[in-house]
């Protein structure tokens, strides 16, 4: 059963072409549990942790689900298309949460003033008293507002800022209360494992990319196959991977979120406004975000813009010291990340370096 449909339908004719979710099946939390831990289901907005694991981890009372569909990176593009074309799919795999973890609220997030805030409200009122338990909320539109401590956060009535972690969120999320945040498109996922059962998804299981469009492909297409040159894998917090790697690799290996860069393009510019959009989007309330990032950024604009200096020598010296010193992740994601371009885009380190001139023959080499 494949996620996106060519547009979007009632209730009534989702149910008529997906059939209803068999609740019979799952007389008991842990059947569905265990049943989606034998999908193999990961989580699809990056993080990759099985969602078995992560319905499991939630034991205390009161729990609430929260769905993401805020969508951070820029480049992707999946969760919008998801919610435009699937909403009745996305809100199933609420339900099913809400089943699996004894939830009686659940909390859609989406952009402030997000164009898909029409349709999820008509869709939500399509499904009457099913739907009671569910509700939208919109989020400021920023980068770090949709991680996932700065969700629960601002839906315990403070800032959409991130927050130390631990406690995680399924031990302690929304009002002191233990909370599962999910990605849309693992919620959608999570709706057909009900549907059809743990064998028939992974036969079957695909993943939403974004290349010059969204596209729904089967998790075994190799990254290769959709687009030549090199992925970031993971979102703007993810790792390049070089050609030859992609080569390897299939879309499972870049959970959620690939960046694919123009073959004719320069990795290490590329990374250099990644890393400057990267720097502006922090939260800037911790050392790492509020110097380390900007720092960092500085010296990769000098680095992709070939600026004669000391900016990689720099690099080398403050990449390292930045990971595990922020409230949150993001620090590490873009570092992990700059890292993981020096190695891949190395041949134009040097060009970029020594003088040499960076040319398409050099790029390609990546
Ligand atoms: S590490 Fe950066 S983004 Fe994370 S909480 Fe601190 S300032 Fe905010």
């Known amino acids: ?152 956060n601002f839906l315990s009535g403070g800032d959409a800022r991130p927050t130390t972690t631990p406690p995680r969120p399924t031990e302690r999320g929304v009002d002191g209360r233990p909370t599962l945040v999910d990605n849309v498109e693992t919620l959608a996922h999570l709706a057909i ?23 729904e492909v089967p998790v075994t297409t190799r990254l290769a196959d959709l687009v030549t040159g090199p992925v970031l894998a993971g979102g703007y917090g993810g790792v390049w991977l070089s050609a030859s790697r992609t080569g390897e690799l299939t879309v499972a290996a870049a959970p959620g979120v ?37 720092a960092i950024a500085g010296d990769f604009a000098e680095l992709a813009a070939e600026v004669p200096g000391h900016a990689l020598e720099r690099l080398r010296r403050r990449l390292p010291v930045v990971t595990g010193r922020g409230a949150c992740a993001h620090p590490d994601g873009a570092v992990r990340m700059a890292a993981s371009a020096l190695d891949v885009f190395a041949a134009e380190v040097v060009a970029h370096t020594t003088g040499a001139g960076c040319t398409d023959a050099i790029r390609r080499t990546a």
């Open 1 to 152: 059963m494949r996620l996106l449909t060519d547009g979007p339908r009632t209730f009534a004719q989702h149910n008529a072409e997906r059939g209803f979710v068999p609740w019979q099946r799952f007389s008991s939390r842990a059947a569905l549990v265990d049943e989606v831990l034998a999908s193999g289901l990961r989580g699809r907005g990056g993080g990759g942790f099985p969602t078995g694991l992560k319905l499991r981890a939630v034991t205390w009372r009161g729990p609430v689900v929260v769905a993401n569909g805020c969508e951070g990176e820029p480049d992707s593009h999946k969760d919008h298309v998801l919610l435009s074309r699937s909403p009745h799919l996305v809100l199933d795999g609420m339900l099913v949460a809400c089943h699996a973890i004894g939830a009686a609220e659940a909390v859609l997030c989406v952009h402030a003033g997000s164009p898909l805030l029409a349709g999820l409200i008509r869709a939500l009122a399509e499904r009457g008293p099913d739907a009671n338990r569910i509700r939208i909320v919109e989020v400021p539109r920023r980068y770090v507002a949709s991680e996932e401590s700065a969700l629960v």
């Open 193 to 215: 494992v009900a549907r059809v059962g743990a064998e028939a998804f992974r036969a079957g299981e695909t993943a939403l990319v974004t290349t010059t469009g969204v596209h």
């Open 258 to 294: 690939a960046v694919f860069r123009s073959p004719q393009g320069c990795g290490l510019r590329d990374t250099a406004g990644i890393l400057a959009y990267l720097a502006a989007e922090s939260a800037r309330q911790c050392g790492p975000c509020m110097f380390g990032l900007p």
